[in-house]
C-alpha cells in the first residue's frame, strides 16, 4: 500500500544546532515534494516545494533534499531557534497533480 | 490581505443534525480542497474542486458533500454528521501554478468539529 512516513517522536534539540527531519515514502513516485509548518491550532504554511529532478532546494535557513531512488527527502534546519519549533509536515504529489498526500508530521522542540 | 477563511472555527453538534463549514478565499484561486486532520493520521483529503461545479472525492468522502457554485467559496456539508467525523478540518486553495494544481497550497485556520 502506498504509505509516508515522519518520524512519529518529537525531536528535540538544542538552540543553534541543525535539525534534520525526515521524509519516507513507498509505492509513490511523485513529481514534487513540499514541506509545511504547522503551529498548534493553526493551519499549515507552505514552506518549500522541491521537484522529482532536483537534488537540493534552499531558502533562507531551510534546505530541503529528495532522493527519488531512497524514496526520502530529508528537511533541515540550520541555527535553530526556539521560534523554529512547532510540527513539520512533508507532501507529495501523488497523481494527476490534483492530489496531495500529506505524513503525519515531526514535532520540533528548539531549547534554549 | 490574501487569505482563506472558514467558518465556523468551533462548533460542536449532535448526531444526525445537518451542518456545514464555509470556506472562502479571496486570491481567486482555481483549485480548493477539504482536509481533516486526526492525531496520528495527518491530514486527509476530503474533496477537491479543480475550478467552479467541477469537484472530485479525495480519499475520505463518505459522509460529506460539498459544491462550487462560485469560484471563492466550497462549503463543506455534513448531512448527518456521526461521531467519527469528530476532527479538525482545513480548507485550502491553489492556483494552478507551474507543478500543478497543488502546487502551493494556502490554507485556512481550521474548524474544530465535535459531533456528540
Given at each position: 500500500?502506498?504509505?509516508?512516513?515522519?518520524?512519529?517522536?518529537?525531536?528535540?534539540?538544542?538552540?543553534?544546532?541543525?535539525?534534520?527531519l525526515?521524509?519516507?515514502?513507498?509505492?509513490?513516485?511523485?513529481?514534487?515534494?513540499?514541506?509545511?509548518?504547522?503551529?498548534?491550532?493553526?493551519?499549515?504554511?507552505?514552506?518549500?516545494?522541491?521537484?522529482?529532478?532536483?537534488?537540493?532546494?534552499?531558502?533562507?535557513?531551510?534546505?530541503?533534499?529528495?532522493?527519488?531512488?531512497?524514496?526520502?527527502?530529508?528537511?533541515?534546519?540550520?541555527?535553530?531557534?526556539?521560534?523554529?519549533s512547532a510540527?513539520?509536515?512533508?507532501?507529495?504529489?501523488?497523481?494527476?497533480?490534483?492530489?496531495?498526500?500529506?505524513?503525519?508530521?515531526?514535532?520540533?522542540?528548539?531549547?534554549? | 490581505?490574501?487569505?482563506?477563511?472558514?467558518?465556523?472555527?468551533?462548533?460542536?453538534?449532535?448526531?444526525?443534525k445537518?451542518?456545514?463549514?464555509?470556506?472562502?478565499?479571496?486570491?481567486?484561486h482555481?483549485?480548493?480542497?477539504?482536509?481533516?486532520?486526526?492525531?496520528?493520521?495527518?491530514?486527509?483529503?476530503?474533496?477537491?474542486?479543480?475550478?467552479?461545479?467541477?469537484?472530485?472525492?479525495?480519499?475520505?468522502?463518505?459522509?460529506?458533500?460539498?459544491?462550487?457554485?462560485?469560484?471563492?467559496?466550497?462549503?463543506?456539508?455534513?448531512?448527518?454528521?456521526?461521531p467519527?467525523?469528530?476532527?479538525?478540518?482545513?480548507?485550502?486553495?491553489?492556483?494552478?501554478?507551474?507543478?500543478?494544481?497543488?502546487?502551493?497550497?494556502?490554507?485556512g485556520?481550521?474548524?474544530?468539529?465535535?459531533?456528540?
Amino acid at each position: 500500500s502506498q504509505k509516508i512516513e515522519q518520524n512519529s517522536e518529537a525531536l528535540n534539540i538544542q538552540e543553534g544546532k541543525t535539525a534534520t527531519l525526515t521524509c519516507n515514502y513507498t509505492n509513490y513516485s511523485p513529481a514534487y515534494l513540499q514541506w509545511y509548518r504547522q503551529d498548534p491550532g493553526r493551519g499549515p504554511v507552505f514552506l518549500l516545494l522541491i521537484r522529482e529532478n532536483e537534488k537540493e532546494k534552499r531558502k533562507e535557513r531551510l534546505k530541503v533534499t529528495f532522493d527519488t531512488t531512497l524514496k526520502q527527502s530529508l528537511f533541515h534546519i540550520t541555527a535553530s531557534q526556539p521560534a523554529d519549533s512547532a510540527t513539520y509536515l512533508c507532501a507529495l504529489e501523488a497523481g494527476g497533480y490534483n492530489k496531495l498526500i500529506f505524513g503525519a508530521g515531526t514535532r520540533l522542540a528548539v531549547h534554549p | 490581505e490574501a487569505q482563506v477563511t472558514q467558518n465556523p472555527r468551533y462548533l460542536i453538534t449532535v448526531t444526525g443534525k445537518k451542518l456545514t463549514v464555509t470556506c472562502s478565499q479571496n486570491m481567486n484561486h482555481e483549485y480548493m480542497s477539504w482536509y481533516r486532520q486526526d492525531p496520528g493520521l495527518g491530514l486527509r483529503q476530503i474533496y477537491y474542486s479543480m475550478n467552479v461545479e467541477v469537484t472530485d472525492k479525495g480519499d475520505v468522502p463518505e459522509g460529506y458533500k460539498v459544491s462550487r457554485k462560485e469560484k471563492r467559496n466550497f462549503p463543506l456539508i455534513l448531512e448527518s454528521p456521526s461521531p467519527n467525523q469528530t476532527s479538525l478540518y482545513f480548507c485550502a486553495s491553489s492556483l494552478f501554478g507551474e507543478g500543478g494544481a497543488t502546487d502551493t497550497q494556502y490554507f485556512g485556520p481550521g474548524t474544530r468539529l465535535t459531533v456528540l
